[in-house]
């Protein structure tokens, strides 16, 4: 063997190599090792594109790649619950046994991603509940004590909890719910949704004060 053929040899072992005994990469091992074995084969170094283009040994190593990432993401999302970001990994996987060119390769991930982020931002907006807690929790406890403060100064605690319901509800029906229908026409907050395990546990506190608060901002955003 040819000393440039040689080096060629040992760059793709040691791309083979890379993955070896790692579960994660065991397509992208296989590939790969079928590129090594490849250019061990032939004769001349010459010879080795020929080989190359016949078996497709490139898009089947770009595949194999996006394979094991793809899977490997799809565990991960599904032991943290993430259903709506599972999709796009559950898609690919999918669709990429029937790729040609690695064109098509990168042009079918990126449409599966984008399509996916939309409903990604959509389903966060859930998020706007929890950003309420803390109003809602001053609203409750400005109206819990309002009896006990003096006469003189009860109107103006009075007015200052309706000022906070009425800037609640303006910022819910003229920013949160626009803004939210460029992604989505027909948006509108999906309390079951809190209910999610992906939304839930960002939510540190008992399931009886959620569901107390639900009740709370469905008020709050004039939704009652």
Not at 152 to 175: A, F, I, N, P
Request: with cysteine.
């Amino acid at each position: 063997m040819e000393q440039r053929h040689r080096e060629y040899t040992d760059y793709y072992e040691a791309r083979m190599n890379r993955y070896l005994n790692i579960p994660m990469y065991q397509n992208s091992y296989e590939a790969e090792k079928a590129l090594f074995q490849a250019i061990s084969e032939v004769e001349k170094l010459e010879d080795f594109r020929a080989v190359l283009e016949k078996n497709q040994l490139n898009i089947r190593v770009a595949i194999a790649k996006v394979k094991d990432t793809e899977k490997a993401r799809l565990e991960f999302y599904d032991q943290i619950h993430e259903t709506v970001r599972a999709k796009s990994s559950e898609r690919i996987l999918q669709a990429i046994d029937n790729i040609q060119s690695p064109e098509e390769l990168t042009r079918m991930v990126l449409d599966i991603e984008t399509e996916n982020n939309l409903f990604i931002t959509v389903d966060l907006f859930a998020d706007c509940f929890y950003s309420d807690f803390k109003i809602l929790e001053e609203i409750e406890v400005a109206e819990s004590i309002v009896g006990d403060i003096p006469q003189e100064w009860r109107q103006e605690e009075s007015d200052r909890v309706h000022m906070l319901r009425k800037s609640g509800r303006t910022d819910y029906e003229q920013r949160i719910v626009p803004g939210y229908r460029q992604y989505q026409p027909d948006w509108k907050i999906n309390y079951a949704l809190i209910g999610e395990k992906r939304h839930r546990r960002k939510i540190p506190f008992p399931e009886e004060v959620v569901q107390k608060r639900i009740k709370q901002h469905q008020r709050y955003t004039g939704m009652e």
